[in-house]
């Protein structure tokens, strides 16, 4: 599945954007990240190992929140040199540089996270792919809208 218009649930594009995320990008791991007011609730991923799917964390303490607070890309090459980057969340896991798109702008209500197991830059190339597939999902967050949402109790969190 990877058509983004054809989404019927959150859940259906979470499904969509991990696949696509790595797919457009080579990386090692993706996620999809959704806005819960001061939260951030890591909804989906795709990776070599397990990330942070299922998790929340606050608004203020993730890079995801950073892209959705700030509503700009961010580009780490190297975790350990980022100081948006929570250390205690990253290094148990295999990512050593990320590229974290918000969705939505101006108020993003989600991000796209790329994760690569060693120290890269993304590209202008792997950055324009991620940003066309945030504004794609953009779309169909805002055709769908936000009633399925993890927080809503018709959520499936498959």
């Not at 939260?39 to 892209?67: H, M, N, V």
């Not at 100081?83 to 108020?107: D, H, K, W």
Request: charged share 20%; net charge negative.
């Amino acid at each position: 599945m990877t058509n983004l218009a054809a989404a019927q649930t959150l859940a259906e594009v979470g499904e969509i954007v991990r696949v696509e995320a790595r797919r457009l990008t080579g990386a090692q791991g993706a996620t999809f990240v959704l806005r819960e007011q001061d939260r951030c609730f890591y909804a989906d991923e795709d990776a070599i190992a397990p990330l942070w799917k299922g998790q929340r964390f606050p608004i203020s303490a993730c890079i995801s929140g950073w892209a959705m607070t700030h509503d700009e890309t961010a580009v780490v090459p190297d975790i350990e040199l980022d100081e948006r980057i929570p250390l205690e969340a990253y290094m148990p896991t295999f990512v050593r540089s990320l590229l974290m798109v918000p969705v939505g702008s101006p108020a993003p209500t989600a991000a796209i996270g790329a994760y690569w197991s060693r120290h890269h830059r993304a590209t202008p190339r792997q950055i324009a792919a991620l940003q066309g597939l945030a504004e794609r999902t953009a779309e169909a967050i805002h055709r769908i809208g936000l009633g399925d949402a993890p927080w809503a109790p018709t959520f499936s969190n498959r």
